[in-house]
Antibody
Framework: QVTLRESGPALVKPSQTLTLTCTFSGFLLSTSGMCVSWIRQPPGKALEWLALIDWDGDKYYSTSLKTRLTISKDTSKNQVVLTMTNVDPVDTATYYC????????????WGQGTLVTVSS | SYELTQPPSVSVSPGQTASITCSGDILGNKYAYWYQQKPGQSPVLVIYQDIKRPSGIPERFSGSNSGNTATLTISGTQAMDEADYYCQAWDSSTSGVFGGGTKLTVL
């Protein structure tokens, strides 16, 4: 079955770089039409789409955050990594990774999320 | 940048029909997606490509999308349907956007 799991630090200091890893199973990111996205949700607030990487290695970013984000994949490890530079307390959120199939278009499987707090 | 607007809250009595709207510029020309999120849980896809239900989603969930508005309809609403609902679309083919979310209260 398809599973995704996010991992990374629970606490990050302002101005530091945040690195999050999504480890997945049950599908191959190298399969045509397969994509993995990162999405975040500040406490009590709405979902915000951050980035996507597809089976071909093409990468897409939120317009408002693109200068701070980098998404990459390690197909051999079944992992997708998101880095966010120069974090600020407003980046405090639960960060989710989710699978997107081109044939579906939406996010059909989600990880459980990981809460990241930005504080000194 | 593209924006999707949802009402902050919708209330419905058990057994009645709940409708949650999502507005965006010419949204009808894009596909709309709907997610259900219960407290402390990850979102779940309940409608994709405007009208389709993933496997395991009850038939009481349906969707439509025309003009500037997509609508999620829950027929015969049950207490278990109480949750936050988010619409989502793709601005370009690969730039995602979510609505602000709607809290559905069943009372």
């Amino acid at each position: 079955q398809v599973t995704l799991r996010e991992s990374g630090p629970a606490l990050v200091k302002p101005s530091q770089t945040l690195t999050l890893t999504c480890t997945f199973s049950g599908f191959l990111l190298s399969t045509s039409g397969m994509c993995v996205s990162w999405i975040r949700q500040p406490p009590g607030k709405a979902l915000e789409w951050l980035a996507l990487i597809d089976w071909d290695g093409d990468k897409y970013y939120s317009t408002s955050l693109k200068t701070r984000l980098t998404i990459s994949k390690d197909t051999s490890k079944n992992q997708v990594v998101l880095t966010m530079t120069n974090v600020d307390p407003v980046d405090t959120a639960t960060y989710y990774c989710a699978r997107r199939l081109a044939s579906v278009g939406g996010f059909d499987y989600w990880g459980q999320g990981t809460l990241v707090t930005v504080s000194s | 940048s593209y924006e999707l607007t949802q009402p902050p809250s919708v209330s419905v009595s058990p057994g009645q029909t709940a409708s949650i709207t999502c507005s965006g510029d010419i949204l009808g020309n894009k596909y709309a997606y709907w997610y259900q999120q219960k407290p402390g849980q990850s979102p779940v896809l309940v409608i994709y490509q405007d009208i389709k239900r993933p496997s395991g989603i009850p038939e009481r969930f349906s969707g439509s999308n025309s003009g500037n508005t997509a609508t999620l309809t829950i027929s015969g609403t049950q207490a278990m349907d109480e949750a936050d609902y988010y619409c989502q679309a793709w601005d370009s083919s690969t730039s995602g956007v979510f609505g602000g979310g709607t809290k559905l209260t069943v009372l």
